[in-house]
């Protein structure tokens, strides 16, 4: 078949191209030929004729905005007044660099389809003369004027269908109508195209503006694939026009296996700032690993500290097995489990149009409510003793007559809804770049974070002789277990407070309502549950509190805003506002149910030393509190890559772009990123 081809080729097409005589002409460094469609001239019509350069190697000519420097072709019919150039078809120009400015053009070879119109005047009189002028540069710049006299009606049928075909692949060249969403904004310093792309396929991408001083040409040109657009940002030039009502220009984008160039022309919206999105230098495998450290160090953070007490316990417990490796393995399996269906339910709901992030849960006073419940039944029973044999208590091996693996999977559940809130060192890259990624990504992500918060335990339990070092079971633990409910306690206080902080005072009569159900429930388990009518009671008692918390719930019943102590708070226009002014900005994303967070504020923005910074003006302090749902919040931290709270944004005055602080602080390093 390949043989028949070169054969065809040899026989049909060739002779086409070896018979043609086109008008051309050799300048210095170039050699032009004229191109036709038609041999004909009607009035009244267009037409085209194409300009074929083939350049010298290593020179250029240039395109219609040739950038910082040159000048684009230009052609004139001399001999014949009734047939006038209207405009060249642009194929999509190339960067032709001349350090150190930018220019653009074309080399080797290219065609300039010319559009002419022939008015009613026209008569055929016999040969033209066409004149060309261009700039050829190298090293050096040469003008070169090129003129050919020829007859269109000298022009064969074998010369048509070669100009044809030659035209007809360089029309393929003509960069395409852009028909995505498209946004332009221009600063002093810089103009911002931004279009829709939710595959985030994107590797590379380049403006060539058609308009003349609407960006520095030689700056180098950013893009940034954002949450479902992808945004592409350059400088503007010291001396800039805002006259321009609309950028028009050659887009180029380079998927992962094909460029395409864009025709765009679409208005300018002229704004004081446009931020530079924070830039994300992680791959997969950094990702990955960044993920299991944060998973590790998140079991020392507050957030995860009341379920260590029931690990201890639990692993107490469970040493005296044969087996014990096997708790250790189904705790993960617990873990991991959770942290799928976490993520699952975190894309369903973005799917859905929600804009959430990590720890999103905690958002919800209703789930605040359940847990401090949990967490008061849990100090509850250990602090009274209280021996359940039912599967509540297999939350850690509680009560001395609840034995299985279904304690360990519990177990690992419960530790990723209370840590999820949290976010520390490593982590916080590593989830907001995750969450950015689709599922499939994502859930390598967030599968190595869990077995980072697993491992500890895993390892305990996969190495018999670290198992030996854990004293026997024995009388001890029922102490140990009533200091372990003081932790419990100060959680389920905690998280009651948030939950003031989410609904007022509404939401936490509510959950004192549950919470005297609940404590009856086991104080008549405790008392007396030997009679299946007192079993009864405490079960439905139990339930009663429970169901009360759901049916009562309203996701309409948000607390009146917070004042706040410090500050003022957070908003995009403020942001932008404060820097135009030239003041140092930082920015504290934060929430109530984020332990880290509160930890920060009390050690780093609620000390005397901070506050007088804002006082003095020296910082301009906002605060976005993501304790409600709050879909500007969350599209900020996916801005900057982030999946969730604590972040930390400064802005040094006259800065481009904001430092971002570590998810946990001391005034040592606070001075150190802000001075």
């Known amino acids: 078949m390949k043989k028949k081809l070169i054969l065809f080729f040899i026989i049909f097409i060739f002779p086409l191209f070896v018979n043609a005589k086109l008008a051309s002409v050799d300048t210095s460094h170039a050699k032009i030929e004229l191109l036709v469609e038609t041999n004909e001239i009607v009035v009244n019509e267009d037409f085209v004729i194409g300009i074929k350069f083939e350049i010298e190697p290593g020179w250029h000519i240039y395109w219609k905005n040739p950038g910082d420097s040159g000048l684009p072709a230009e052609i004139e019919w001399k001999n014949i007044e009734s047939i006038e150039f209207k405009k060249f078809l642009w194929p999509s120009p190339e960067k032709t660099p001349e350090e150190p400015l930018m220019t653009y053009g074309y080399y080797n070879e290219v065609v300039l389809p010319a559009i002419f119109s022939v008015d009613s005047d026209y008569i055929k009189n016999g040969p033209s003369i066409f004149e060309i002028d261009f700039l050829i540069c190298e090293k050096i710049c040469i003008p070169e004027k090129a003129v050919i006299d020829f007859d269109l009606s000298s022009y064969s049928d074998d010369d048509i269908q070669v100009s044809r075909e030659i035209l007809s692949s360089w029309y393929n060249e003509l960069p395409i109508n852009f028909d995505r969403k498209l946004l332009i904004e221009a600063s002093d310093n810089y103009l911002s195209i931004e279009w829709e792309n939710k595959n985030n396929d994107i590797t590379q991408a380049y403006f060539f503006p058609e308009n003349k001083g609407l960006i520095k040409y030689s700056s180098e040109q950013d893009f940034y694939n954002l949450e479902n657009s992808t945004k592409l940002i350059v400088e503007r030039p ?166 299985g693996y279904l304690n360990s999977l519990l177990l690992g559940c419960l530790t990723v809804i209370v840590a999820t809130p949290c976010t520390g060192p490593f982590m916080g890259a590593a989830i907001g770049w995750g969450l950015s990624q689709p599922f499939y990504v994502s859930s390598f992500i967030f599968l190595s974070l869990g077995l980072g918060v697993a491992f500890p335990t895993m390892f305990l339990s996969l190495i018999p002789s670290s198992l030996n070092l854990l004293p026997k079971p024995g009388e001890w633990m029922v102490k140990v277990g009533q200091v372990m409910a003081i932790p419990m306690l100060l959680t389920a206080i905690w998280l009651a407070w948030v939950v003031q902080r989410q609904s007022g005072f509404i939401g936490l009569r509510d959950l004192l309502i549950a919470l005297f159900l609940i404590i009856t429930s086991l104080s008549i388990y405790k008392m007396s549950h030997l009679r299946i009518t007192n079993k009864f009671l405490s079960f439905s008692a139990a339930i009663l509190g429970v169901v009360y918390i759901i049916f009562s719930y309203d996701a309409e019943r948000i607390s009146t805003p917070k004042e706040l102590i410090i500050g003022e708070s957070w908003e995009t226009a403020k942001v932008n506002q404060y820097r135009s002014e030239g003041k140092n900005v930082l920015v504290n994303f934060t929430a109530d149910w984020c332990l880290t967070c509160k930890v920060n504020e009390a050690v780093v923005f609620n000390s005397k030393f901070f506050k007088e910074s804002v006082s003095n003006g020296n910082i301009i302090y906002l605060v976005a509190d993501w304790t409600n749902y709050d879909p500007k919040i969350t599209e900020e931290l996916e801005k900057y890559k982030r999946g969730g709270v604590p972040l930390y944004l400064y802005w040094k005055k006259d800065a481009k772009s904001p430092k971002i602080l570590p998810a946990i602080l001391s005034k040592q390093i606070f001075n150190e990123y802000t001075r």
């Open 238 to 403: 010291i001396k800039y026009s805002n006259n321009a009502k609309n950028a028009i220009g050659v887009l180029e984008i380079q998927f992962a296996n094909i460029k395409q160039t864009y025709q765009i022309d679409q208005s300018i919206s002229y704004v004081d700032k446009i931020e530079i999105p924070e830039t994300s230098n992680l791959s997969f495998m950094l990702a990955i690993i960044l993920a299991f450290f944060g998973g590790i160090i998140l079991n020392i953070m507050p957030c995860v500290f009341p379920v260590i007490a029931l690990k201890v316990m639990s692993f107490v417990k469970e040493s005296s097995e044969k087996n014990a490796w096997r708790h250790g393995l189904v705790f993960g399996l617990g873990v991991e489990l959770s942290m799928l269906a976490l993520l699952s339910l975190t894309f369903i709901f973005r799917n859905l149009g929600q804009a959430v992030g990590w720890g999103w849960q905690l958002q919800s006073s209703m789930v605040s409510t359940l847990l401090s419940l949990l967490f008061f039944s849990i100090a509850f029973i250990l602090f009274f003793k209280v021996e359940i044999g039912t599967s509540f208590t297999r939350l850690g091996n509680l009560g001395s007559k609840s034995t």
